[in-house]
């Protein structure tokens, strides 16, 4: 079992900068996708951000080029989140996720989530 703790989250004026943090309780980075979620009230769940262990990064359309995913060791992933707008306003959730490359087989964590709200 893995535990994911987010972090970072408050309130931030428009135009403002946050930083998201995910600790893991042991080192799954190596071998685990770590993502960013997001969920509005009356919004479904959507992608924010993924990070492979390759090293490789995928944006939502809408926060490209100002959200950066990253990790520091095996254990903590960031998002970074510049130009905020009220429309970022969600709670934002830790995932990580394996997925076998030639069987079905899949495992996946959840953090408990963070708020963050844009707002003048």
């Known amino acids: 079992q893995v535990q994911l703790v987010e972090s970072g989250g408050g309130l931030v004026q428009p135009g403002g900068s946050l930083r998201l943090s995910c600790a893991a309780s042991?080192?799954?980075?190596?071998?685990?996708?770590m993502a960013w979620y997001r969920q509005a009230p009356g919004n479904q769940r959507e992608l924010v951000a993924a990070?492979?262990?390759?090293?490789?990064t995928n944006y939502l359309g809408s926060v490209q080029g100002r959200f950066t995913v990253s990790g520091d060791n095996a254990k903590n992933t960031y998002l970074q989140m510049n130009s905020l707008k009220p429309e970022d306003t969600a709670v934002y959730y830790c995932?990580?996720?394996?997925?076998?490359?030639?069987?079905?087989?899949?495992?996946?964590?959840w953090g408990q989530g963070t708020q963050v709200t844009v707002s003048s």
């Open positions: 042991k080192s799954i980075f190596s071998t685990y996708t």
């Open positions: 995932n990580a996720k394996y997925t076998s490359l030639y069987t079905y087989y899949t495992n996946e964590y």
């Open positions: 990070l492979t262990p390759g090293g490789l």
